[in-house]
């Protein structure tokens, strides 16, 4: 929020002189004059960070590859939800200390669930 307020809404020296133009006639009675606008140029920090710029894109998972999240400094967590057999959906779990152990551990909970529900569909065609 601040970040958006700092580049798209700034006060001016300008807009400040204005302002206290406007106090002192209003409160004070005066007639000062008012300053004029000028052109003023944004901070070079402003323009850096429009330059340097790049929105973040995340990474997009394929579908039925599940999803892993960081739930605090050393734990992960992968999640995969699946249909089972009979039509229901269910999520299983994994967790793990670092996001590439967890990658690996969701990698084989995925291939072992799926085999299994594999399992289980053709043994209700048969029956």
Not at 45 to 72: C, D
Not at 107 to 127: D, L, R
Request: hydrophobic content about 30%; aromatic content about 8%.
């Amino acid at each position: 929020m601040f970040t958006t307020l700092n580049i798209y809404s700034h006060i001016t020296d300008t807009m400040r002189a204005q302002a206290s133009v406007k106090i002192d006639r209003k409160i004070g009675g005066t007639v000062a004059p008012m300053p004029e606008t000028k052109d003023e140029q944004r901070t070079a920090q402003t323009s850096a960070l429009k330059e340097n710029f790049e929105p973040y894109t995340p990474k997009i998972r394929k579908s039925g590859t599940g999803f892993v999240y960081q739930i605090n400094d050393s734990l992960w967590e992968g999640s995969f939800y699946t249909r089972l057999a009979d039509g229901k959906r269910k999520k299983f779990n994994v967790y793990a200390k670092t996001r590439e152990e967890c990658e690996e551990e969701l990698a084989k909970m995925i291939a072992e669930k799926k085999a299994e529900i594999a399992a289980e569909k053709k043994k209700m065609k048969t029956a």
